[in-house]
């Protein structure tokens, strides 16, 4: 199973950018899709998750309004755009599957899979 994530860089306060994830390795049909991000010295943090097959979909207090989460089946890929960017969205952007859904979307420690990370940078 394979998760590589793309898309980060430099971009200035209020821009935006996309994130892509594209999955590989075993069907994820039944699967959440989620994105997390880790700045310097801080936790990993839930953003926003995505269930493959039946649309759901939730968002971290934080990025709700300025973030939105996709997927598109056919490409077995899933995006994260990103606008009204501040510099306090500077991180890590990680992608993520979890397989079970019993247990929380929002915790890092239920995912099976991660990306290598993207980085993107808001100057202000």
């Known amino acids: 199973v394979q998760l590589q994530a793309s898309g980060g860089g430099l971009v200035q306060a209020g821009g935006s950018l996309r994130l892509s994830c594209a999955a590989s390795?075993?069907?994820?049909?039944?699967?959440?899709m989620g994105w997390f991000r880790q700045a310097p010295g801080k936790e990993r943090e839930f953003l926003a998750v995505?269930?493959?097959?039946?649309?759901?979909?939730y968002y971290a207090d934080s990025v709700k309004g300025r973030f939105t989460i996709s997927r598109d089946n056919a490409k077995n890929t899933f995006y994260l755009q990103m606008n009204s960017l501040k510099p306090e969205d500077t991180a890590v952007y990680y992608c993520?599957?979890?397989?079970?859904?019993?247990?929380?979307?929002?915790?890092?420690?239920?995912?099976?899979?991660w990306g290598q990370g993207t980085e993107v940078t808001v100057s202000s």
């Open positions: 995505i269930s493959w097959s039946g649309g759901f979909t």
């Open positions: 390795g075993r069907p994820f049909s039944r699967d959440f």
């Open positions: 993520a599957a979890k397989s079970d859904p019993r247990t929380t979307v929002a915790d890092h420690r239920m995912y099976d899979y």
